[in-house]
């Protein structure tokens, strides 16, 4: 089972920047496919940014490509969230996820089976 812990978030105004970090424990890592979700108070979960075990393939969910990029460094056991051009309504807790990679990436939560605590983002505009 793959542990994950969250940091990087915080408090920033509208057009700033936050990059998010997601350690995760070494065993099978780097055969998951990792993605990063968002849930704001009252609303449903969403899929903000998946990438596959080898790094190579990306996808962002409309409201964030051009102003988000994931990453992953498989020898560090670490996957990254750099956020630039930040609205008021990317305010929400943001969690990172792992899923084997047989299932596929996507930005579905039902395919994920490891997720972190999560980190709080909030924009002020």
């Known amino acids: 089972q793959v542990q994950l812990v969250e940091s990087g978030g915080g408090s920033v105004q509208a057009g700033g920047s936050l990059r998010l970090s997601c350690a995760g424990s070494k065993y099978t890592y780097s055969s998951h496919c990792m993605a990063w979700f968002r849930q704001a108070p009252g609303k449903e979960r969403e899929g903000v940014a998946v990438?596959?075990?080898?790094?190579?393939?990306?996808d962002y969910a409309d409201a964030v490509k051009g102003r988000f990029t994931i990453s992953r460094d498989n020898d560090k056991n670490t996957l990254l969230l750099q956020m630039n051009s930040l609205k008021s309504e990317d305010t929400a807790m943001y969690y990172c996820?792992?899923?084997?990679?047989?299932?596929?990436?996507?930005?579905?939560?039902?395919?994920?089976?490891?997720w972190g605590q999560g980190t709080q983002v909030a924009v002020s505009s």
């Open positions: 990438i596959s075990p080898g790094g190579l393939t990306t």
């Open positions: 996820a792992a899923a084997p990679g047989w299932v596929g990436c996507s930005l579905l939560p039902s395919r994920y089976n490891a």
